[in-house]
């Protein structure tokens, strides 16, 4: 069965860095997009990086300039790095694929929590 397994999480000062990590199994990584969503308590949960199977960025608004999302399709993994971490940049991380529209899937998430 497909399954998103997240890992990197944690506790970090406002200005610090994380890196997350997911990696996929049961289904064919290098032809899906792979991405990370997160979601804040009380909010919505929201697009924070993707890419496609051909390389293709797309950034939330709030993180441009600050996190980079890459994958090596040859370890099934998806990397987001997180540099300048702020308060606002706290929730749970989750890994998302999906293969054009079709069989969506999330990982269980990771909790990254910025300290001001």
């Known amino acids: 069965q497909v399954q998103l397994v997240e890992s990197g999480g944690g506790l970090v000062q406002a200005g610090g860095s994380l890196r997350l990590s997911c990696v996929g199994s049961?289904?064919?990584?290098?032809?899906?997009?792979m991405g990370w969503y997160r979601q804040a308590p009380g909010k919505q949960r929201e697009l924070v990086a993707k890419?496609?199977?051909?390389?293709?960025?797309t950034y939330g608004d709030p993180v441009k300039g600050r996190f980079t999302i890459s994958r090596d399709n040859a370890k099934n993994t998806v990397y987001l790095q997180m540099n300048s971490l702020k308060f606002e940049d706290t929730g749970v991380y989750y890994c998302h694929k999906i293969m054009g529209n079709y069989f969506p899937a999330w990982g269980q998430g990771t909790q990254v929590t910025v300290s001001s």
């Open positions: 049961g289904f064919t990584f290098d032809i899906n997009t």
């Open positions: 890419m496609t199977s051909g390389g293709s960025t």
